[in-house]
Structure formats: C-alpha cells, structure tokens
C-alpha cells in the first residue's frame, strides 16, 4: 500500500532541549498503527507537528503527497487529516448535535446543506451511539460518551487520517473494549488511524504494527508482538 502519510527527518527543538529527533514514518492508507512510549516520550510533539499545532525545527510532512509543512491546522484539516484530544473540550453551551454541526459546517473540505449537515450529524451519533444523547449537553454525559463525542466531532470533517490521542484513559475495561471497536469500525469503513495509547491491551487488540518513541527517538517499528519485546521498549517501560 502507497504511504497516506509520509513523514522524513522531523525534528523539533525547545531551547536545548531535542523534543523529536529525525523521526521517519510512513503510514499506509487504511492502517492501524499504534504509537507508544514513556511519558515525555515526543508522542504529543510529533502529533502537534503532523496537525500544524506546532512547527517543527525539520524535516518534512507529507499527506497523501501533498506537503504540508507550511500549511495551518485548519487547512490540514481539510486535506484529510483531523485528531481527538485527550482531554475532551465540547462547547458546552451547545448540545451534542450542535457539537457536531459545528465541524460539519466549517473543518471539511466539502460545504453541507443544513439538511444535510443534520442527516450527516445524526448518522455520526449514530455511528459512535449517542443517537439518542443529541439534543443533550455535553456536561450530562458520562466519560465514555464525552470520549465518543470527542470521535465523533473528529469524524464530521471526513478525514482520510485520524490521529485518535488517548482516547481510553481513566475508562473501565469494558469501556476501553467499546472504544476499541469503535476504531476498528472506523477503521473498516475506510479511515486510516494512529491510535496513541499507554493502555498495553488495548494498543496490541487494536494494531497491526507498533511504533515506540522513547527520549524523542524512534527505537521501534514493526508488529506488535515483536515490538513489545524489543530490550529498549521493554527498558523503557520497565526499568532497566
């Protein structure tokens, strides 16, 4: 499979401090990959240098084969390429489906109807289960469907990309195994995924190949089970 994303060289400084180091990754149009690493590992800087929210010091960023180097999130975002937060921010003045229209209508590359935007709204609550939480707030959701409604508003700009960010922390293990499905239903219908995740179980049910990040470096690439036993993955989270 050609890469969908394609990443060279990415490096990304703070004063003295080397946050990424000449990170290569390629991603494959409709692949589950897995990031991992320690805490402090790079993993936010990188995803904040691939969505535009950081700039990085260098190398290049590519989607689809179009650079992206020089362009805004916005305009990232309209290229196909959208993100979860892990910490879920919903308007909260706004209802769920309101939530939803307000991606529908500005983050994606194609203008909607009013109708449309409710049929396409309704479909996505549909699709992540909060169909009958739509004219609620976000405040009166529990952790697991703000998590969804975070997906969901991710979803609504129709990205070819979809960087989920710790999308299971502090969930049950029955909702992480929700969760989990859920991306691999996104995933069946067409959407490629990085799923950044601490939760082991979840990243290796979910991941046809892994990567590990540890000090801003790559240390690690390829399937799951092998990278799991990796000596410098097993230090890193293990101890020497």
Same mark, same amino acid.
Not at 95 to 114: C, F, I, Q
Not at 211 to 217: E, K, T, Y
């Given at each position: 499979?050609? /890469? $969908?994303?394609?990443?060279? *060289?990415?490096?990304?400084?703070?004063?003295?401090?080397?946050?990424?180091?000449?990170?290569?990754?390629? +991603?494959?149009?409709?692949?589950?990959?897995?990031?991992?690493?320690?805490?402090?590992?790079?993993?936010?800087?990188?995803?904040?240098?691939?969505?535009?929210?950081?700039?990085?010091?260098? *190398?290049?960023?590519?989607?689809?084969?179009? &650079?992206?180097?020089?362009?805004?999130?916005?305009?990232?975002?309209? &290229?196909?390429?959208?993100?979860?937060?892990?910490?879920?921010? %919903?308007?909260?003045?706004?209802?769920?489906?309101?939530?939803?229209?307000?991606?529908? $209508?500005?983050?994606?590359?194609?203008? &909607?109807?009013?109708?449309?935007?409710?049929?396409?709204?309704?479909?996505?609550?549909?699709?992540?289960?909060?169909?009958?939480? /739509?004219?609620?707030?976000?405040?009166?959701?529990?952790?697991?469907?703000?998590?969804?409604?975070?997906?969901?508003?991710?979803?609504?700009?129709? %990205?070819?990309?979809?960087?989920?960010?710790?999308? !299971?922390?502090?969930?049950?293990? /029955?909702?992480?195994?929700?969760?989990?499905? &859920?991306?691999?239903?996104?995933?069946?219908?067409?959407?490629?995924?990085? !799923?950044?995740?601490?939760? !082991?179980?979840?990243?290796? /049910?979910?991941?046809?190949?892994? +990567?590990?990040?540890?000090?801003?470096?790559? +240390?690690?690439?390829? $399937? %799951?089970?092998?990278?799991?036993?990796? %000596?410098?993955?097993?230090?890193?989270?293990?101890?020497?």
């Amino acid at each position: 499979m050609a /890469a $969908l994303l394609d990443v060279q *060289g990415l490096g990304k400084r703070f004063g003295g401090f080397t946050a990424l180091a000449d990170i290569d990754l390629q +991603v494959a149009a409709g692949e589950r990959l897995g990031l991992i690493g320690p805490n402090g590992s790079g993993k936010s800087t990188f995803v904040n240098c691939i969505s535009g929210t950081l700039r990085h010091d260098s *190398g290049r960023v590519t989607l689809g084969g179009q &650079l992206l180097d020089a362009l805004p999130p916005h305009q990232r975002t309209r &290229l196909g390429l959208a993100r979860s937060f892990q910490l879920p921010r %919903p308007f909260g003045s706004l209802t769920v489906a309101e939530n939803l229209r307000v991606p529908l $209508l500005y983050a994606g590359a194609t203008k &909607l109807s009013d109708a449309e935007c409710r049929e396409r709204g309704m479909a996505l609550l549909g699709q992540v289960g909060l169909a009958d939480k /739509a004219a609620q707030r976000p405040r009166d959701l529990t952790q697991i469907e703000q998590r969804k409604l975070e997906l969901a508003r991710a979803m609504a700009a129709g %990205p070819r990309l979809l960087i989920a960010d710790e999308s !299971m922390a502090g969930l049950s293990n /029955a909702e992480v195994d929700e969760i989990v499905d &859920l991306l691999l239903r996104l995933n069946g219908q067409g959407v490629t995924i990085i !799923m950044i995740e601490h939760i !082991m179980r979840a990243v290796m /049910a979910f991941s046809q190949r892994l +990567v590990c990040f540890v000090a801003g470096r790559k +240390v690690a690439d390829g $399937l %799951p089970e092998e990278v799991v036993r990796n %000596p410098e993955v097993e230090r890193a989270y293990l101890g020497e």
